[in-house]
């Protein structure tokens, strides 16, 4: 199985992005899913993971109130729409699937991980 995403790219501060996360190779209806981003220098860090109905949903509190992820179970994707981007979201963008999650993170549960999507917020 495999995950791949899309919709990275540049944008200024306060300006919005929707990732996507798509899957294929699986049963997608088993698994949940995380947004993670990496920086520069910087270790990975889960931002918001939802449950296999999205029922169960974290964000971490540097995104809370900005970002929202969803899925859509009959497209076997998962989204990251961001809004109010700062400098600071600058980072590589990874979707994680599991059969194992929380609130806490736990990346050895990991299964299935994308290639990554870039956003850059700057002026």
């Known amino acids: 199985g495999q995950l791949v995403e899309s919709g990275g790219g540049l944008v200024q501060p306060g300006g919005s992005l929707r990732l996507s996360c798509a899957a294929s190779g699986f049963t997608f209806d088993n698994y949940g899913f995380s947004w993670v981003r990496q920086a520069p220098g910087k270790e990975r860090e889960r931002v918001a993971t939802?449950?296999?109905?999205?029922?169960?949903?974290h964000y971490d509190n540097s995104v809370k109130g900005r970002f929202t992820i969803s899925r859509d179970n009959a497209k076997k994707t998962v989204y990251l729409q961001m809004s109010e981007l700062k400098p600071e979201d600058t980072a590589m963008y990874y979707c994680?699937?599991?059969?194992?999650?929380?609130?806490?993170?736990?990346?050895?549960?990991?299964?299935?991980w994308g290639q990554g999507t870039q956003v850059t917020v700057s002026s």
């Open positions: 994680a699937g599991a059969t194992t999650y929380g609130s806490i993170w736990n990346p050895a549960a990991v299964e299935y």
């Open positions: 939802i449950s296999t109905s999205g029922s169960f949903i």
